[in-house]
Structures are given as structure tokens and as C-alpha cells.
Nanobody
Framework: QVRLVESGGGLVQPGGSLSLSCLAS????????MGWFRQAPGKDREFVAA???????YYTDSVKGRFTISRDNAEKLVNLQMNSLKPEDTALYYC?????????????????WGQGTQVTVSS
């Protein structure tokens, strides 16, 4: 069983930065691939970024070069550094954990999900 708690969301102006964190419980955190997904109002949940237990990272095209995912296995933390934010990045951001790795990031990819943290990019 893994419990995930996100933090770090908020309101930021276009071009600004935010850092999201996901704190996990459980003794086998380092075995899980971790991901960030987001859901804007009226839209389906979509993949943002993922990181494997060994550190390989994956990003959706719209955030490449702007977002960085990282993990600290000792602290059971996953971070998403978001720079050069755009209004279209506005969404509820979810942290997810998956036990068996697959490189296809469908909306229900995670075995476990956090409750989400809101990111709003607006002037």
C-alpha cells in the first residue's frame, strides 16, 4: 500500500515557476515508477512526466524543456519543477505510483494516486 500526498500548488503569473512535491508512505517506494498527471476543467486527465526507479525520465511534449521531474528515494519524495508556466498549464496536478513499468501513460496509469494540488497560471 502506498499513500501519496501532493503539495506546492498555487497561483502564479505566466512565465513564473512552481515546484510541486509528492510525499509517499510505504517501505518499497524505490521500487515504484512515479508520475505526474494533470486534469483541467472539462478535460480528461493527461500525462505530464514520469520517472523510473532508476532515474530515467519521460515528459509529454508540451512540457519538455520547462518541467523537470526528480525523486529522492531516501526521503520518499518526487518533485516536479515547473518553469516558464503558461495559462494552459492550469490544472489539478496528481502524483501517481505504479509498480510494474510500462511506457504507455494512459489516464489510469497509476496503481496509487494522490488527492491532487491545484496549479493556476493567470495574470
Amino acid at each position: 500500500q502506498v499513500r501519496l500526498v501532493e503539495s506546492g500548488g498555487g497561483l502564479v503569473q505566466p512565465g513564473g515557476s512552481l515546484s510541486l512535491s509528492c510525499l509517499a508512505s510505504g517501505r518499497t517506494f524505490n521500487r515504484y515508477a512515479m508520475g505526474w498527471f494533470r486534469q483541467a476543467p472539462g478535460k480528461d486527465r493527461e500525462f505530464v512526466a514520469a520517472i523510473r526507479s532508476g532515474g530515467s525520465t519521460y515528459y509529454t511534449d508540451s512540457v519538455k524543456g520547462r518541467f523537470t521531474i526528480s525523486r529522492d528515494n531516501a526521503e520518499k519524495l518526487v518533485n516536479l519543477q515547473m518553469n516558464s508556466l503558461k495559462p494552459e498549464d492550469t490544472a489539478l496536478y496528481y502524483c501517481a505510483a505504479r509498480g510494474d513499468w510500462i511506457p504507455t501513460f494512459f489516464p489510469d496509469w497509476g496503481d496509487y494516486w494522490g488527492q491532487g494540488t491545484q496549479v493556476t497560471v493567470s495574470s
